[in-house]
DNA sequence: CTTTGTGAATATTTTCACAGCT
DNA sequence: AGCTGTGAAAATATTCACAAAG
């Protein structure tokens, strides 16, 4: 087995990987910040604020105030000087801008510990992620419950996800299935993948395929840990200093 | 309740936010490829390979091999050319500059579901993290068994954090509980917590404070999803044309 | 006074392209 | 041939600093 693959995980613009394209697109470190944004904005929203400053969302989510004002003024300019911006409004427009809508129906393969938890967490429907299959190869567990759903055979899926339109696929099997379970979810029509499963997998590159690896996550922070003893942390509060002359 | 903490997730450099220092220390990208590179480089050696060139890393992971190559003369110069590089070497070598070799310490908080499926995982002692506690806060649970261990009293966290020389904290708690176990594990010394609960909390800030959130990461996926119908990918297999006049 | 929005200045990262080693 | 290591260029990202607005 040659190593060849087109693995493909960490890109870094939206528009395309060629050296010159005009790129009148979102920098890609933009977008993976609006997530935290959004996050940030609905805890607070749910705290009861109204409104809040480029300073306060620096404050929780750890990026400099200026940033995130140019971030904002890449989809347009909202915001009330002296005020800051309406919680609401900057909310629905981050979503709008990460597309929100469009339901996106997931498929979770493995009903083991993780597959149970993953049942549990309410936050994938909760941001318009439904579950809405749920497979296993164990026949003990197929034609069992687990949450509302009957779990069904994994060797359905590739049929049951076109029939029920599902374009995301959660790998929560053991690391020796996960390749297999890959396979099929693209041979179902699967649009973005999310694996859990501690291997490498490979898909085609018009697959989105997200690692979500504790381990990798771990051993970066190590990192931090083994230096100075002080572990990776801004200080952010050292800016905007406005100097009155 | 005021809007102001600093949580600070999202630092871009090793050695400190000030705009000019001199800077002679590995840039956090760099850091955060790693672990992909050592993924990689783990499972091709398992494959039976002795060696790998930049493209094949690169091929795997989805990085320009150029930047493979840079990232790599941060730590030195091996790798041979015409040939590439020593697999052996450069896993020791990635291992080395993570700083491997200490073991941190792992508490796990929260028996249901979640901390079962982490429980499970062999990847965390794997890689030099191995569980040694687990707590909960429910009465059914305490005393029992989990994987090798007795679940024990949420309340002896901290003091049982010190006894047992613990640096890192995994919640895999309900959101409504995650500020708490937070707080104890700072009391307990902590160095880094894995957090796991579907919300925000806030700790001190020499504390490495890692948040992994599938929602986040999905959502922001969807943005990709949204485009044109083509997901983010790289196809990075347009690089290092060689051209020979 | 507070805070946005943004040109301009910096800093950082990524990529190209090729000399040089095997 | 095949590959690394690296200056130099290009592309990106971040931050400063301030005019304008509420």
Chains 1, 2 share one sequence.
């Not at 060849?4 to 050296?19: D, I, S």
């Not at 140019?70 to 909310?91: A, E, H, M, P, Q």
């Not at 597959?115 to 069992?144: E, M, N, T, W």
Request: overall charge positive; charged content about 20%.
């Amino acid at each position: 087995m040659p190593v060849e693959f087109n693995n493909t995980v960490g890109a870094k613009e939206v528009t395309l990987m060629k050296p010159n394209t005009p790129s009148p697109s979102v920098p890609d470190g933009v977008i993976e910040r609006l997530p935290s944004y959004l996050e940030c904005l609905i805890q607070v929203r749910q705290e009861g604020l109204r409104t809040i400053s480029s300073q306060q969302i620096g404050g929780y989510v750890g990026v400099n105030p200026a940033e995130i004002r140019r971030d904002f003024t890449y989809f347009g300019t909202f915001g009330k000087k002296g005020v800051g911006y309406n919680i609401d409004y900057l909310i629905s427009k981050i979503q709008g801008v990460l597309g929100f809508g469009e339901e996106h129906k997931i498929a979770l393969v493995g009903a083991g510990n993780l597959g149970r938890a993953i049942c549990d967490y309410d936050g994938l429907p909760r941001h318009g992620f439904p579950i809405v299959a749920i497979f296993d190869s164990d026949p003990q567990k197929i034609g069992k419950k687990l949450d509302k759903f009957i779990i069904r055979d994994v060797r359905t899926l590739p049929k049951t996800m076109k029939r029920l339109g599902i374009t995301v696929g959660v790998i929560a099997v053991p690391a020796s299935a996960a390749q297999k379970v890959a396979d099929m979810m693209v041979e179902g029509g699967v649009k973005v993948i999310l694996n859990y499963a501690p291997i490498m997998i490979q898909v085609p590159e018009n697959i989105y395929l997200h690692i979500t690896d504790p381990v990798k996550e771990l051993l970066h922070t190590l990192y931090y840990l083994s230096r100075t003893g002080r572990t990776r942390s801004s200080s952010i509060m050292e800016k905007e200093k406005v100097f009155t002359t």
